[in-house]
């Protein structure tokens, strides 16, 4: 079953634009996370939260966590062209079981 | 340092036909795994191992077997390949246990006709 959902599934801004991408889940996780693909590659991990944590920076990555609400955020700050890809949030289940659940993603299109 | 590599990048079958993929990874890493993504979805785990000569069944673990018979390479086979396993299949491998961060291989295309 899918554990996290993105929101919005698409998202089409014009470069230097800011890119919010939300995340919500539906059980109690360890960690989260978010990755990218680029077209037709596999996925690169960008950037890990853990559940005791509220906000984590990383270059021009910001990520969120609202345990309360089981949400989470992505922005990408000043987007490039480069930026253009297919952002997954993921999750780690509460109790070290193994693997990630992934969300369906979210396609983000950076306008040159 | 090469990562997590895949083999093949493509592959096309017939139904009922039988294929191993290979993953092998070179960082010494414990936990490997195999997903499978389909169109529009996210990825979805398939089976997994927490270390050489273990295997664990993940999500979506029917039509396939796993073995890790070396610490470095992790082998998902179909025995009786159907349509319905057309998709881009995926390894990945951490360090950790309980969902650390994963990297990834660069995916098998498989086309089951």
């Known amino acids: 079953s899918q554990q996290g959902e993105e929101d919005p599934q698409a998202l089409s801004i014009q470069e230097g634009e800011n890119a919010t991408m939300n995340c919500s889940y539906k059980?109690?996780?360890?960690?989260l996370q978010w990755y990218r693909q680029n077209s037709g590659r596999g996925l690169v991990h960008l950037i890990l939260?853990?559940?005791?944590?509220r906000e984590k920076h990383s270059g021009r990555l910001r990520v969120t966590l609202d345990t309360s609400k089981k949400s989470s955020s992505l922005l990408i700050t000043a987007s490039r062209a480069a930026d253009t890809a297919s952002y997954f949030c993921?999750?780690?289940?509460?109790?070290?079981?193994?693997?990630?659940?992934f969300g369906k993603g979210t396609h983000l299109i950076i306008q040159p | 340092n090469a990562g997590v590599t895949q083999t093949p990048k493509f592959r096309v079958l017939k139904t009922g036909q039988s294929m191993t993929l290979l993953c092998a990874q070179d960082?010494?890493?414990?936990?490997m795994y195999w997903y499978r993504q389909d169109p529009g979805m996210g990825l979805r785990l398939i089976h997994y191992?927490?270390?050489?000569?273990?295997?664990a069944k993940g999500e979506v673990p029917d039509g396939y077997n796993v073995s890790r018979l070396k610490k470095q390479n992790f082998l998902l086979g179909l025995e009786s390949a159907a349509p319905s396993q057309t998709s881009v299949y995926f390894c990945?491998?951490?360090?950790?246990?309980?969902?650390?961060?994963?990297?990834f291989g660069p995916g098998t295309r498989l086309l089951v006709l």
């Open positions: 191992s927490v270390g050489e000569g273990t295997t």
């Open positions: 059980t109690s996780i360890n960690n």
């Open positions: 993921a999750t780690a289940p509460g109790g070290g079981a193994d693997g990630l659940t």
């Open positions: 939260i853990r559940s005791n944590e």
């Open positions: 990945a491998s951490s360090q950790a246990r309980g969902g650390e961060t994963q990297y």
């Open positions: 960082m010494n890493h414990e936990y």
